[in-house]
């Protein structure tokens, strides 16, 4: 796997888009042939579908920031980056946001129907766990850490991380949030997986304590920037640079950063929570000039 030139984040987003994505396409095949017709033809789509792969960014990142080298690890990138697909697919249906247009293409829903893409959303949960393992297997990992990439994985996928945050963002919808209210929602539905794949970088690695420690703590303050960046981008980006429609958030009335704070002291929370994950890195000290540059990315992406 080719070194990406330390301190951009560009530069790894593109590394990280090459090699996950050639991944992803072996999955894709793999899963046509399993499963012939439209719902195999629905997970192809869903899995090519063109993300910025930041997620897969910071496994890879986090990896080398605690002495990884193998190329394997992109198998772990794509592991995390199948559960954000599948995330993505259900979000986009009726019976949640029911968006018509995800990355710039109609959502798997609107390309084909409602029950293949609620398929292809339960499909895509065991292939993450199937790569995950292979992942683990090529990387010559023991049964102690293997398990503990899972539990890390689908815990932050579950109800104490995403499922969880998700629900209690549809309970909250026309109920207006308070602040904490607001963080605890994003710690779920849009933190843990970006926590997680920073903290999977590092098990991979077979990462000491300290270390580990520091990962976790920036996962969790770059997971909230994430989220925070995302709202005022719904407020202020158009949907072309979007890739969705923009202003989705106001249209539906969702309590957001943009909404409790205003557009001004949001973008100061994105900052602060960047600000936060970089000094986690600097307590250890944990020395990546890739994981600040993906903390400087996340707060001033243009989508
Ligand atoms: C059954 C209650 C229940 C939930 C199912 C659908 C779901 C699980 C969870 C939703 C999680 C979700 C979609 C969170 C939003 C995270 C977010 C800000 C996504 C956008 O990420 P980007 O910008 O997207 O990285 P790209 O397209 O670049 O990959």
């Given at each position: 796997m080719a070194d990406t030139a330390a301190g951009d984040a560009v530069a790894?987003?593109?590394?990280?888009?090459?090699?996950?994505?050639?991944?992803?396409?072996?999955?894709?095949?793999?899963?046509?042939?399993?499963?012939p017709g439209p719902l195999g033809d629905a997970l192809a789509y869903a899995l090519r579908s063109p993300g910025k792969r930041v997620r897969p960014a910071l496994v890879?990142?986090?990896?080398?920031?605690?002495?990884?080298r193998s190329d394997a690890i992109a198998g772990i990138a794509t592991?995390?980056?199948v559960v954000h697909t599948y995330s993505l697919v259900h979000d986009d249906l009726p019976c949640m946001d029911d968006d018509d247009m995800r990355r710039g293409r109609p959502t798997t829903h609107r390309a084909f129907d409602i029950p293949t893409a609620t398929r292809v959303g339960y499909l895509l949960v065991p292939v993450a766990g199937e790569e995950l393992a292979r992942a683990a297997a090529a990387l010559g990992?023991?049964?102690?850490?293997?398990?503990?990439?899972?539990?890390e994985l689908f815990e932050a996928g579950g109800i104490r991380g995403m499922v969880g945050g998700q629900w209690l963002d549809l309970e909250a919808e026309r109920r207006g949030l308070t602040l904490p209210e607001l963080t605890a929602v994003h710690r779920g539905k849009t933190g843990a997986l970006i926590r997680a794949a920073v903290v999977l970088g590092g098990i991979?690695?077979?990462a000491e304590p300290g270390v580990s420690r520091a990962l976790r703590g920036y996962g969790e303050e770059i997971?909230?920037?994430?989220?925070?960046a995302d709202d005022v981008l719904d407020a202020t980006g158009?949907?072309?640079?979007?890739?969705?429609?923009?202003?989705?958030?106001?249209?539906?009335?969702?309590?957001?950063?943009?909404?409790?704070?205003?557009v001004a002291a949001a973008r100061a929370e994105a900052v602060r929570h960047q600000q936060r994950a970089v000094a986690e890195l600097a307590d250890v000290p944990l020395v990546s000039e890739s994981l600040v540059a993906l903390a400087r990315y996340i707060v001033t992406r243009p989508s």
């Open positions: 790894l987003l593109a590394e990280a888009r090459q090699v996950v994505d050639a991944e992803l396409d072996r999955c894709a095949e793999r899963l046509a042939a399993d499963v890879l990142a986090a990896y080398r920031a605690a002495g990884g592991a995390v980056e990992l023991g049964a102690e850490p293997t398990g503990a990439l899972a539990v991979a690695a077979g997971g909230l920037a994430f989220q925070v158009t949907s072309e640079e979007l890739g969705k429609p923009a202003g989705r958030d106001a249209a539906l009335a969702k309590s957001t950063y943009v909404s409790v704070l205003g």
